[in-house]
């Protein structure tokens, strides 16, 4: 039996050439020394990582899944440029001892995307896509951020117009950052309270807003300088407001406020879980978050949701008709 992990820890201590050296040697090893073995050379992979970058924004991908599935691809066609099997087997037990769960599907994910853009290219990748691992999408646990903080950053007395109104899109709505910040002028309906974004896969949408949220987007565009976007940088040269520097202000704000922070992502959650805990309709709350379907919201927030799980279980627990029929005793129970 071949011990991984002693495997792993000595390709790991080798140089980069040396470690194609090694994958060359066991491809040698394991190939069948019959005549008639017919499987396709190995190809080099490098001349369609753009083109693929590319068919990824074309095709509606957000820039942060564009970043997100680069990295990996990246990482293995330099390390590889002409991936093999034994290659691709040898890439991802090194990389599954250094990464969590989560990550190791992303990074699958992300190398099925690239391989089958190859392979629509006529590039010979099947035995590559054939022996990618298989990974199941973890749970992941949403964390929205408290109510009671976003409150606690909301009444702050020195909180500009641009970040009042932005936070209020966020509360009132739950969209993504990067949608909010894409708006243009041309997408507000202020007279119907009603905002339409562009959400993933180029999908669009047009999402109910608040009174009190228009109030702030008007504070916002009397105060905020002229521009095609609703949120324009304030930096010369830059075109919209960055969704790192708006977090970066987020933390610096719960940091003024005395709170634990929380990110412009978490005020999703929030909108969402306490849209639940509320009794909102599952599938107008899956509209106005952009999913494609009700049931991602119900996986989503109805398995982590512990409140709207402990409300509905105290509503409709078959106990409530099964006491009512007797009556129930007084004082402690008898053996206590």
């Given at each position: 039996?071949?011990?991984?992990?002693?495997?792993?820890?000595?390709?790991?201590?080798?140089?980069?050439?040396?470690q194609?050296?090694?994958?060359?040697?066991?491809?040698?090893?394991?190939?069948?020394?019959?005549e008639?073995?017919?499987?396709?050379?190995?190809?080099?992979?490098?001349?369609?990582?753009?083109?693929?970058?590319n068919?990824?924004a074309?095709?509606?991908?957000?820039?942060?899944?564009?970043?997100?599935?680069?990295?990996?691809?990246?990482?293995?066609?330099?390390?590889?440029?002409?991936?093999?099997?034994?290659?691709?087997?040898?890439?991802?037990?090194?990389?599954?001892?250094?990464?969590?769960?989560?990550?190791l599907y992303?990074?699958?994910?992300?190398?099925?995307?690239?391989?089958?853009?190859?392979?629509?290219?006529e590039?010979?990748?099947?035995?590559?896509l054939?022996?990618?691992?298989?990974?199941h999408?973890?749970?992941?646990?949403?964390?929205?951020?408290?109510?009671?903080?976003?409150?606690?950053?909301?009444s702050?007395?020195?909180?500009?117009?641009?970040?009042?109104?932005?936070?209020?899109?966020?509360?009132?709505?739950?969209?993504?950052?990067?949608?909010?910040?894409?708006?243009?002028?041309?997408?507000?309906?202020?007279?119907?309270?009603?905002?339409?974004?562009?959400?993933?896969?180029?999908?669009?949408?047009?999402?109910?807003?608040?009174?009190?949220?228009?109030?702030?987007?008007?504070s916002?565009?009397?105060?905020?300088?002229?521009?095609?976007?609703?949120?324009?940088?304030?930096?010369?040269?830059?075109?919209?407001?960055?969704?790192?520097?708006?977090?970066?202000?987020?933390?610096?704000?719960?940091?003024?406020?005395?709170i634990?922070?929380?990110?412009a992502?978490?005020?999703?959650?929030?909108?969402t879980?306490?849209?639940i805990?509320?009794?909102?309709?599952?599938?107008?709350?899956?509209?106005?978050?952009?999913?494609?379907?009700?049931?991602?919201?119900?996986?989503?927030?109805?398995?982590?949701?512990?409140?709207y799980n402990?409300?509905?279980?105290?509503?409709?627990?078959?106990?409530?008709?099964?006491?009512k029929?007797e009556?129930?005793?007084?004082?402690?129970?008898?053996?206590?």
């Amino acid at each position: 039996m071949v011990d991984f992990n002693a495997f792993a820890d000595l390709f790991n201590s080798l140089g980069p050439k040396d470690q194609r050296v090694l994958s060359t040697i066991l491809q040698t090893l394991a190939e069948p020394r019959d005549e008639g073995d017919t499987r396709p050379p190995a190809v080099g992979l490098a001349q369609f990582y753009e083109p693929w970058r590319n068919d990824l924004a074309n095709s509606g991908r957000s820039p942060l899944t564009i970043k997100v599935y680069s990295l990996p691809v990246r990482a293995l066609i330099e390390q590889f440029p002409a991936p093999t099997v034994i290659d691709l087997d040898t890439w991802f037990t090194l990389v599954r001892g250094r990464c969590s769960d989560w990550r190791l599907y992303t990074h699958v994910g992300a190398i099925r995307s690239f391989l089958k853009y190859c392979l629509r290219r006529e590039c010979p990748v099947k035995p590559l896509l054939s022996a990618l691992p298989s990974a199941h999408q973890p749970k992941k646990r949403r964390s929205p951020a408290p109510v009671e903080d976003v409150q606690r950053v909301l009444s702050y007395r020195k909180l500009k117009p641009r970040t009042r109104a932005l936070l209020m899109i966020l509360v009132d709505s739950g969209p993504r950052l990067g949608e909010v910040l894409q708006l243009r002028r041309t997408d507000l309906d202020l007279r119907h309270r009603q905002i339409t974004i562009m959400g993933k896969g180029r999908r669009q949408r047009t999402i109910p807003i608040s009174l009190e949220t228009v109030e702030a987007i008007q504070s916002h565009l009397a105060t905020c300088r002229r521009s095609t976007y609703l949120f324009p940088s304030t930096h010369p040269g830059g075109f919209i407001w960055d969704s790192g520097s708006v977090n970066r202000h987020l933390r610096h704000l719960c940091e003024i406020r005395g709170i634990t922070p929380f990110t412009a992502h978490q005020i999703r959650h929030t909108f969402t879980t306490e849209s639940i805990n509320n009794g909102a309709n599952i599938s107008a709350i899956s509209e106005i978050l952009g999913h494609s379907s009700p049931g991602i919201t119900l996986n989503i927030y109805h398995h982590t949701n512990t409140a709207y799980n402990r409300r509905e279980h105290r509503l409709h627990t078959p106990l409530n008709k099964i006491l009512k029929k007797e009556k129930r005793p007084r004082g402690r129970p008898r053996g206590s």
